[in-house]
């Protein structure tokens, strides 16, 4: 979402859930994110507020001092709680009003959980000062502070100590650093500034879905099924005075770059790893659910679904089925979410790869002997332009790896959700029927 741009606004945007998520620090998951920072904060016994946003204007030019004078000015009109608040011009930090912790004990539990972080990424991507190492995202580091809220005010109640070891899990350490190092995997490759061309960017989804169901009905058209789909589209010819061969496909002469090095095949037990936690974080906000203050009881169900057809996943020895679970979770409590407040998009993943950032843009790829529109993120969509091959998920195959769409299965069919609107309904029905 894009933040409010004053502090009044800023306050009032976070009375609805306690998160505000501004696109520019969201890491290209702003939506996703908010959505389980929120789950975190409705389980916590004390108000918890998270505002990861551009700075407002008014505030002291000094970035600590603009944080400091941020948690007083939203202290005064939200009252009493614990604020994690991270602006573009500074570092994240954590105030409490009310709880009675010291802020500089405070200070020190939340910084012993950033290290564990760190040292968690390091383990994936190398030590701080190589070339591999990945800082984390505010995302990430918000998620990790709010998970662990309640045992960092206890440690600012407790009296002084010489050591303050991290109270973030070792397992929950690991699955959000798999998470900052993926992300950062994802932003990285995107072209540079100079490189973007203008691409088409979906409204609420909804140009994505028909684009797509568009595509569906051009494949049966064909008698085409959704194996081997999407293909590549031709290859630029660049002698001067040809002109490219198809739609989309850049200028004449456009250089062309460098293949995308292939994939590699996901590990399945980091996969299980991140699926069980945004599963047991559905199972949390579904605990929590007041269904009295529901305010669109159908839209919220369909969490309901979700949580029926994720369960039996969570054991598969097939990656696809644990990636497809991540995204049955992360529906489900998109759902839920805007189910209760009575707004909000539903979730449309990437079709290239369901773990990216979700979809807000559109590409044409060639179907047969026609075109056809698939929602996916940003960095896909111009890599599309571009005539590369963005970055896809593959996923064992007899001989090596291919791509998911290749398969023969509901996550194929559905592109992961890319491509359907409601994906534990067409989980189900395919269990059904292989039973």
């Keep these: 979402m894009d933040a409010p741009s004053d502090i009044d606004a800023l306050a009032d945007a976070l009375r609805e859930d306690g998160v505000v998520v501004d696109r520019v620090v969201g890491s290209g998951e702003a939506q996703d994110a908010h959505d389980r920072i929120a789950a975190l ?30 948690a007083g000015l939203l202290n005064r009109r939200l009252g009493d709680g614990l604020y994690v608040i991270d602006m573009t011009d500074g570092a994240q930090r954590v105030w409490s009003f009310g709880l009675d912790a010291d802020p500089s004990r405070l200070s020190l539990a939340a910084y012993a959980n950033k290290d564990a972080l760190e040292e968690a990424i390091a383990a994936l991507a190398g030590p701080q000062g ?24 206890e440690v600012g109640r407790q009296e002084a100590s010489d050591d ?54 051009v494949a049966l058209l064909l008698g085409q099924t959704l194996s081997g789909w999407p293909r590549r589209r031709p290859v630029l010819d660049d002698r001067p005075g040809k002109r490219p061969g198809g739609r989309g496909t850049g200028g004449p002469g456009r250089d062309r770059k460098p293949s995308q090095q292939v994939p590699a095949v ?44 994720v369960e039996p996943l969570l054991d598969s020895s097939d990656v696809a089925d644990l990636i497809g679970a991540q995204v049955l979770a992360r529906t489900g409590s998109r759902d839920l979410a805007r189910g209760t407040r009575g707004k909000g998009a539903a979730l449309r993943t990437c079709f290239f790869d369901p773990r990216h950032p979700e979809a807000g843009s559109v590409a044409r790829w060639r179907l047969g002997e026609g075109e056809v529109e698939v929602p996916c993120c940003a960095a896909c969509a111009s890599a ?34 890319a491509i359907t609107d409601f994906l534990a309904r067409d989980v189900l029905a395919d269990r059904e029927a292989r039973r």
């Design 130 to 153: 190589t070339e591999g190492y990945v800082y984390p995202p505010p995302t990430v580091l918000a998620e990790a502070t709010v998970l662990t809220a309640e045992e960092i005010v």
């Design 41 to 70: 904060v409705r389980e916590t016994p004390f108000p918890v507020y998270v505002a990861l946003v551009e700075t407002p204007d008014g505030l002291p030019d000094d970035s600590t001092a603009a944080g400091d004078a941020l």
């Design 266 to 309: 996901p590990s399945a037990d980091a996969e299980r790893r991140i699926a069980r936690a945004q599963v047991e974080a559905l199972g949390r906000a579904l605990s929590a659910t007041d269904w009295e203050e529901v305010r669109d009881r159908d839209t919220a169900g369909r969490a309901l679904a979700a949580r029926d057809a």
């Design 384 to 417: 599309v332009v571009h005539d590369g091959t963005p970055e896809h998920l593959r996923l064992p195959a007899r001989r090596g790896a291919q791509p998911y769409w290749e398969r023969d299965d509901v996550w194929a069919r559905t592109g992961f959700g």
């Design 164 to 217: 303050y070891p991290a109270t973030l899990a070792g397992e929950d350490a690991e699955r959000l650093a798999e998470r900052a190092v993926r992300l950062d995997a994802v932003a990285g490759w995107r072209p540079g500034i100079d490189e973007f061309v203008e691409v088409r960017t979906a409204s609420a989804g909804l140009s994505a879905l028909v684009g797509s169901l568009a595509g569906l009905v």
